[in-house]
């Protein structure tokens, strides 16, 4: 069974600096797709990136890029020159390419901006 | 972009009643909606996936009977939480799938009092 690991449940950083939030999975599979997706108070979800596994280019959204390492299944989600809106929580989350149904989804970091 | 409206936002109930949830599909066809439960500061973990003129797919441990779901139509699928606890106080979430991913609704926060 495929799971998504995010080992930073919060994560703080001062505004229009750099952060990275980590996200590794494990899954028997070649081809899936991996996503970030951003929770705000209001809790929409909110799809911020997204990276097919067969392609070795890192996905790239503004000031959202992604480090997508296949061999080490590892999908870090790095934010530029942080912003107050970016105060979230982000979900990492995992589907398969065979199957549109389920996405699974890490257990969150909350991200703080510090102004 | 494509938008599933949900409601309501937020509803308090009382112990033992029930409570119905609508996610709407807007401009688009909804055939498959999925069902999610997000506890306070945990993630999303899904319930059940309803398909359009079909029984709903529950996830193990996901009771049947106390969360009925129905999807009716293509732009409307329904999740009824019956005989409501405290317990069942949640954030719940539907989620279709558009051709270019997907789209989320804006959650129902549900309190039983």
Known sequence: ?115 | GAVVSQHPSWVICKSGTSVKIECRSLDFQATTMFWYRQFPKQSLMLMATSNEGSKATYEQGVEKDKFLINHASLTLSTLTVTSAHPEDSSFYICRATVYYGYTFGSGTRLTVV
Request: glycine fraction near 2%; aromatic fraction near 12%.
């Open chain 1, 1 to 115: 069974a495929q799971t998504v690991t995010q080992s930073q449940p919060e994560m703080s950083v001062q505004e229009a600096e750099t952060v990275t939030l980590s996200c590794t999975y494990d899954t028997s599979e070649s081809d899936y797709y991996l996503f970030w997706y951003k929770q705000p108070p209001s809790r929409q979800m909110i799809l911020v990136i997204r990276q097919e596994a067969y392609k070795q280019q890192n996905a790239t959204e503004n000031r959202f890029s992604v480090n997508f390492q296949k061999a080490a299944k590892s999908f870090s989600l790095k934010i530029s020159d942080s912003q107050l809106g970016d105060a979230a929580m982000y979900f990492c989350a995992y589907r398969s390419a065979s199957s549109a149904s389920k996405i699974i989804f890490g257990s969150g970091t909350r991200l703080s901006i510090r102004p």
